[in-house]
């Protein structure tokens, strides 16, 4: 699962990979170190129907079907990710993965490796020292109640390459995280069933850098989104490469 990410939201780096203009007046000044997918955050994301500039998206995705604001907070936090072997036919992704496909850019994710039933803390981030390009999907719901327009995603998960089988060493499992070519296909609606599966697949463990952080980023009481979260703490009993 991907529940905790970094989205720094560098605007040159945005412009610069993923060659789209961004107004410095958009409302692209918070920088999030580290957040939690549950305090569902609104974060930059180019979309299919939009793929010449960024949008803002809440994370948690609501289904355009949804009736009342009580499932839109069930679903939000349902949705927070969607897995890529159920996603073609699951009712709450199964339309949006045809034509509401979109990319998430982060600095990094977080997940936790369990050692003697003791967790471990890792910040995971580009070998290349770019971006991650996560692949998503959305919708648009309409609440019934106060006709507010909520566009929400949810991150695509796989099932763990080798270095997130040794991370992610519970629930084995990452995000999908597309090259340079794989994103421009993600977001063309050109692209087809059979094409969009072959994408579906984990990354190579050669574009993934990794270490271990501080066991501050577990404590829910605690504000951990500052720059030096992300700052390698070693541990004597955890094994380092």
């Given amino acids: 699962m991907c529940y905790n990410l970094a989205a720094e939201q560098r605007i040159k780096a945005l412009q610069e990979k993923y060659g789209v203009r961004i107004d410095y007046d958009h409302a692209y000044s918070t920088d999030f170190y ?17 793929p010449k500039g960024f949008q803002l998206m809440q994370w948690g995705l609501i289904p355009s079907w949804t009736k009342d604001e009580e499932k839109a907070k069930e679903f939000s936090n349902m949705a927070l990710n969607a897995k890529a072997e159920t996603i ?28 003697a039933k003791v967790k471990y803390p890792y910040y995971i ?96 009481n605690q504000d951990t989104n500052y720059p030096e979260i992300q700052k390698e703490v070693l541990y004597p009993e955890v094994g380092h490469t």
């Fill in 34 to 50: 580290q957040v939690s997918g549950f305090s569902h955050p609104k974060l930059p994301v180019l979309s299919q129907e939009h």
């Fill in 88 to 115: 073609f036919e699951k009712p709450m992704f199964r339309k949006s993965i045809i034509s509401k496909r979109c990319i998430l850019p982060v600095d990094g994710f977080y997940e936790w490796r369990e050692i």
């Fill in 125 to 220: 981030f580009p070998k290349d020292g770019t971006l991650f390009s996560f692949g998503c999907i959305y919708d648009t719901w309409n609440n019934p109640e106060t006709g507010e327009i909520i566009n929400s995603f949810s991150i695509i998960t796989t099932e763990a390459n080798d270095v997130m089988a040794m991370i992610h060493n519970s629930k084995k499992r990452m995000p999908l995280i597309l090259s340079d070519e794989g994103w421009q296909q993600w977001i063309d609606p050109k692209t087809t069933k059979e094409e969009l599966q072959a994408l579906l697949k984990p990354s190579a463990n050669e574009i993934l850098s990794y270490h271990t952080i501080s066991k501050d980023i577990s404590h829910r």
